[in-house]
């Protein structure tokens, strides 16, 4: 048999555990894949799309080229910014 402060603190250990993992369940949040592979394929194309207009202006090819291509990033650049707050958006009203 153990002492009684030996029980009572084992006791409260043990219901203090019990009431923290209950406090600590978060809902499952599942977020789709092709989203994310999407968002991954286009950033790669422009990414890729910039390197080689940089490679064309450093080799002094094209300057007129890069001028317009930073405006096809920005275009770019706020539609995924949309796509963005639409997904955050819907995941706000069903999860949070």
């Keep these: 048999m153990l002492h009684p402060p030996v029980e009572f603190v084992s006791f409260y250990t043990k219901w203090r555990l019990d009431a923290h993992r209950s406090l600590l369940k978060f809902p499952e949040v599942i977020l789709p894949e092709d989203l994310f592979v999407t968002i991954a394929l286009s950033l790669r194309d422009e990414f890729n799309q910039v390197l080689a207009t ?3 202006v450093a080799s002094g090819k094209d300057c007129k080229k890069f001028l317009v291509h930073e405006d096809h990033v920005d275009t770019f ?7 963005i707050n ?3 958006a819907m995941l706000d009203e069903k999860v949070l």
Excluded at 77 to 83: G, L
Aim: avoid cysteine; charged fraction near 45%.
């Design 54 to 56: 940089f490679k064309e």
């Design 77 to 83: 650049a706020e539609k995924a910014i949309v796509e």
């Design 86 to 88: 639409k997904h955050y």
